[in-house]
């Protein structure tokens, strides 16, 4: 055998990645903003939340750099600078957090899923987006309940404390949302699959 032969007899095959991100099953749960996948107004709130991500982040990045470089060149901290970060970032965590569940980017183990058939699979997505809306319902009744007992404001920036539990009701009101339309679709390919495929 010659060395070529040797190399093409050790080497393993690789397998295409896309096997493994795209789940056949659930492609009809997916917004997709190329293919106008979903419905519109989820898709242009979605692509809203990622240009607000977007700000934020740029908005954090500069405070961060302000206290950064006050404290390294000018020896003066500036105290609003920390303030307005930890409100941003909060603020980034919630809205990245209805982003990508509208993108269908969280972690999910779904490996039992993708071997079922498309009826079987949308039963389990159907269950499995009931209790993500029962679970945003609590949150939102918790998040109204702190919006509505925070009459302080911060410390430096004087901004109302309910303006960042607000962040939290709305990321939470749009998951429930989008979780109620993903289970109506499923719903529907479970009554006829074959729409589904």
């Known amino acids: 055998m010659t060395t070529s032969q ?12 896309s096997v493994y991100l795209d ?23 979605t692509l809203g939340m990622e240009y607000l991500i977007g700000a934020i982040l740029v908005a954090l990045i500069a405070s961060v750099s302000c206290n950064v470089v006050g404290r390294a ?4 901290s500036l105290p ?28 999910a183990v779904d490996a039992l899923v993708r071997r079922l058939p498309i009826r ?11 209790i993500i809306t029962a679970l945003m319902g609590v949150m939102l009744v918790g998040g109204y309940q702190v919006i509505a007992n925070s009459s302080g ?15 939290l009701v709305l990321c939470v009101l749009f998951i429930a949302v989008v979780s109620l339309w993903r289970m109506w679709v499923s719903l529907c390919i479970i009554r006829q699959p074959e729409k589904g495929v």
């Not at 060149?73 to 003066?76: D, I, W, Y």
């Open 80 to 107: 609003w600078a920390d303030e307005l970060a930890r409100m941003l970032f909060i603020w980034l965590v919630f809205v990245g957090a209805a982003a990508a569940f509208a993108r269908y980017e969280h972690i």
């Open 73 to 76: 060149l000018f020896n003066h």
């Open 153 to 167: 404001r911060s410390a430096i920036l004087n901004v109302p404390l309910s303006l960042l539990s607000l962040s």
């Open 23 to 45: 789940d056949p099953n659930r492609k009809q749960l997916e917004l997709d903003t190329d293919t106008r996948q979903g419905p519109a107004v989820f898709r242009w709130l």
């Open 120 to 130: 079987f699979a949308h039963v389990l997505y159907c269950i499995q987006h009931l």
């Open 6 to 17: 040797t190399t093409k007899l050790n080497d393993p095959v690789m397998e295409d990645p």
